[in-house]
């Protein structure tokens, strides 16, 4: 986590602004689409788009790692599937969506919401390539934490998990100390 970031959560305010555009940007884009023919519904999308954001930050808080970014990662690993609707390879196709996504944020709203830097972007990148990738366990923590929070998300809304997916959401319930 970001040391800023650190000592805003002991003042009063934490910095969501980029997050919160993307967020409203894809919110515009669902709500402009039709929603049939589709492996998962756009409702399901929606809510999962923000709650598994917020499930990032706070593993991403009991982790150390950037709030923010995890936020992002947890909001947008799921593009693919929210812009086509197709679930096969969601999560290796929607890496250079997500890659060219966030370029974009930078060239029209990055002056105005802050940009995201070419670290930043990988790391969002990584998270969205590997998140269906839940049984292997690799050293990148914001991959680890994108499908974590995947997890729990589901498991929270009462979705159907299948069995490797327990560990998973398991570590993050141990870290957010309700475990
Ligand atoms: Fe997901």
């Known amino acids: 986590m970001k040391e800023e970031q650190l000592s805003a959560i002991n ?21 402009q689409m039709e929603d049939f023919e589709r492996d998962q519904p756009l409702t399901w999308s ?21 709030i923010e970014i995890a936020g992002i990662a947890g909001a947008i690993h799921d593009l693919f ?7 096969d390879d969601h999560a290796p196709k929607g890496g250079p969506l997500v890659k060219d996504f966030l370029n974009k944020f930078n060239k029209t709203y990055g002056e105005e919401f802050g940009y995201l830097s070419e670290k930043e972007i ?3 990148y990584q998270a969205t390539i590997f998140h269906t990738d839940k049984t292997n366990y690799t050293k990148d923590e914001m ?10 998300d589901r498991f929270l809304h009462g979705k159907d ?10 570590a993050a319930l141990k870290d957010l100390k309700l475990l």
């Open 122 to 124: 990988e790391i969002i």
């Open 11 to 31: 003042r009063s305010t934490i910095s969501m602004s980029r997050l919160n555009k993307i967020l409203n940007i894809v919110l515009d884009e669902i709500t």
């Open 81 to 87: 599937l929210i812009r086509t609707g197709i679930f």
């Open 161 to 170: 998990i299948p069995k490797h997916y327990i560990p998973r959401y398991k």
């Open 143 to 152: 991959v680890e934490l994108t499908k974590d929070a995947d997890a729990l």
């Open 46 to 66: 929606m809510k999962h788009m923000f709650t598994c954001s917020q499930i990032s930050k706070l593993i991403a808080a009991s982790r150390k790692l950037d």
